[in-house]
């Protein structure tokens, strides 16, 4: 059975930094593109950031530019996302799957809150 298990977030001030981890255990996902995605209260959810399984070529969303930065480590079948610059408008729930999303594969994730 596979299983994505989001960690690191928590509460922080703008302008602050946090660096969330992607443990993916009961498939191999280092043949996969590997995402980022997020959901605000009230809002559907949304991509954030991706990153090429081989090529490790990284892709953001436009407002996360320059502040986010996505790796993984392929060996240890984890995914991470540093994130700088915090803003108030980055406060939700962070989730990773693979790219195309897998429906069935979604974890928890975890919640990040952004106070300004």
């Known amino acids: 059975q596979v299983q994505l298990v989001e960690s690191g977030g928590g509460l922080v001030q703008a302008g602050g930094s946090l660096r969330l981890s992607c443990a993916a255990s009961?498939?191999?996902?280092?043949?996969?593109?590997m995402g980022w995605f997020r959901q605000a209260p009230g809002k559907a959810r949304e991509f954030v950031a991706r990153?090429?399984?081989?090529?490790?070529?990284?892709f953001y969303r436009d407002s996360v530019k320059g502040r986010f930065t996505i790796s993984r480590d392929n060996a240890k079948n984890t995914v991470f996302l540093q994130m700088n610059s915090l803003l108030p408008e980055d406060t939700a729930v962070y989730y990773c799957?693979?790219?195309?999303?897998?429906?069935?594969?979604w974890g928890k994730g975890t919640l990040v809150t952004v106070s300004s």
């Open positions: 799957n693979t790219v195309p999303p897998r429906p069935d594969d």
């Open positions: 009961g498939r191999t996902f280092s043949n996969s593109d």
């Open positions: 990153i090429g399984w081989s090529t490790e070529l990284t």
